[in-house]
Every structure is written in C-alpha cells, then in structure tokens.
C-alpha cells in the first residue's frame, strides 16, 4: 500500500519557522519528482515547491522564494520543507505529492501528481 505521509505542522508565530517532513511507503521513493502544495481556508490549492528525483533541481512559487527550502534524503524515503520568516499568509494546510510522470520539474502540477499525502496544518499567528 503506497502512503505519503506528512508531519511537522502547527502553530507558529509570524517570524517563526516550522519544518515538515513527509515520508513515502510502498514505492521506491527516488523514481519519483516531489513537491509542496497548500490550501489555505476558502482558497484553491497552490503550487508551493518541488524537487527532482535526485535533488539536485528545484523550483519555488514566487510567494515562498528566499523564506522556504525543500530538500529530500533518498536514504530515509523522506521530503522535508524548510520554513522560515513565516507570515499569517502561510496559513494553509500543506499537501506533499509525488510525480512518476517526470524528472523534469516544468510538468509538475496538481493535475499531473501520482501520490498524495493528506496533508497537514500549518498556522502562523500575527
């Protein structure tokens, strides 16, 4: 059975920082592209970040550049996401998602992901 699952969410204050991590069971967690979406409340879903197979790509929504970093470790089957400077803005629950469609990071989509988590809430406070 494939999972994804994420943890590392909260409550925060504006400035603060918060790391996520995701982990996948059930498929060899280096065949696949992952990333970062988030939905904040009465909102659609939005690309946040994602990385290539190997790590040595990634790609940021313009909201999040310079504040937030994705990295992966391939040995642990995990994804993680690096927040820091959080603003009341953030406030979203936070969906981790896998591509085997493709390596390449300009296809990676919503619409496209093979595997999604169910998310977890993050809350900054002002």
């Known amino acids: 059975q494939v999972q994804l699952v994420e943890s590392g969410g909260g409550l925060v204050q504006a400035g603060g920082s918060l790391r996520l991590s995701c982990a996948l069971s059930g498929r060899t967690f280096s065949s696949y592209a992952m990333g970062w979406f988030r939905q904040a409340p009465g909102k659609e879903r939005q690309f946040v970040t994602a990385?290539?197979?190997?790590?040595?790509?990634?790609k940021y929504a313009d909201s999040v550049k310079g504040r937030f970093t994705i990295s992966r470790d391939n040995a642990k089957n995990t994804l993680y996401l690096q927040m820091n400077s959080l603003k009341p803005e953030d406030t979203a629950v936070y969906y981790c998602?896998?591509?085997?469609?493709?390596?390449?990071?300009?296809?990676?989509?919503?619409?496209?992901?093979?595997?999604w988590g169910k998310g977890t809430l993050v809350t900054v406070s002002s």
């Open positions: 998602a896998a591509d085997g469609r493709y390596n390449s990071l300009d296809y990676f989509s919503e619409y496209g992901m093979t595997y």
């Open positions: 990385i290539s197979r190997s790590g040595g790509t990634t």
